[in-house]
């Protein structure tokens, strides 16, 4: 899989799909994403680990629930995301799901130009499709 996600097209605020061979790729790429929207990812050093536990009742508020932790660790951390790792999503007995991961990114913004901010994760138009591979879709408040 070569394409890890990309934009699209959305009156007000930011949409885009993400890619995986598996969920958690999927997941891992939508991280990716989201952090993409407010920093270049790729020029971000890896530097510190934060590690990252969440859960949902279901698969779309398990990912509405992650993506809020790159924004989160943004702005309480100043932690900006450069790379998820070690991520894992198992279903929980008696229904929902957890997600464990680390993020490994760096502390410091003031290295880093920003472009923009991701207000918040939305459920509008959002969609985890899986078949032979993952997509996830999902829209921002910018």
Known sequence: MEKKYRFLNHTADAKFQAFGRTLEEAFSNAALATASLMWDVGAV????KRRVCVEG??????????????IYAFETQ??????VEEIKIKAV????FWLRAVFVGDNEPSKHRLHGEV????Y????IEQADSV???V????
């Open 124 to 127: 509008n138009e959002m969609k």
């Open 78 to 83: 100043s932690f900006l995301l450069a790379s």
């Open 57 to 70: 009742r279901d698969l779309e508020q398990l990912l509405l629930h992650f993506l809020e932790e790159v």
């Open 139 to 142: 829209v921002v408040d910018m």
């Open 135 to 137: 997509t996830v879709q």
């Open 119 to 122: 207000k918040a994760v939305t």
């Open 93 to 96: 007995k008696g229904g929902g």
């Open 45 to 48: 050093a890896r530097m510190v």
